[in-house]
């Protein structure tokens, strides 16, 4: 696999995501941090580790900006980047940055149960908690079921 360049990292979100036009696109900017526990000399030990994500388009402005907050857990996965310049007293600086391609929400925002702002409402075939009635073969009418009768003869394999 010479050439691959795929990275996937989970953590929480360490501020709030920022969202700028760029042209004739969306550039959504977040960090994210994770923790290293491990053991040394009989000593335990934590390690965090920061990381710079970079979000081009419509996933930062439709997943991101609405439903991350600082504290969020995602997973996200994309390519690494080196970004590097140098500042006006003559420094030379770099920084890792994870470009995304895609993301996953998970658990909560690590401090509250609510959920995400706006006004979404579920639809109706969307079975809400505790109802009884979740057999997929029971889908409302004009909607198909997802669940589907075959035979051991149908798999490829």
């Known amino acids: 696999m010479s050439g691959t360049n795929i990275a996937i990292q989970v953590g929480r979100l360490v501020r709030d995501p920022e969202i700028k036009d760029v042209g004739n696109t969306k550039l959504t900017t977040f960090a994210i941090a994770n923790n290293y526990n491990y053991t040394s000399n009989g000593e ?3 390690e965090s580790f920061f990381l710079d ?4 388009g419509s996933l930062g402005e439709k997943v991101v900006m609405p439903y991350c907050k600082k504290g969020k857990q995602v997973c996200v996965s994309g390519r690494l980047r080196l970004n590097q310049w140098q500042t006006p ?3 030379n600086r770099r920084r890792i ?3 995304v391609d895609q993301m996953e929400l998970l658990g909560g925002s690590g401090n509250s149960n609510k959920p ?3 006004n979404y409402t579920p639809p ?6 505790g109802e009884e009635n979740q057999d997929p073969n029971n889908a409302p009418s004009g909607q198909e ?3 589907s009768n075959f035979d051991d003869d149908d798999i490829p394999f």
Do not use: M, T, Y
């Open 145 to 147: 079921s997802q669940v």
């Open 116 to 118: 995400p702002e706006g």
């Open 97 to 99: 940055e994870l470009i």
């Open 89 to 91: 007293e003559g420094q």
């Open 44 to 46: 335990k030990r934590e």
């Open 124 to 129: 109706d075939h969307v079975a809400k908690s």
């Open 53 to 56: 994500c970079i979000v081009w």
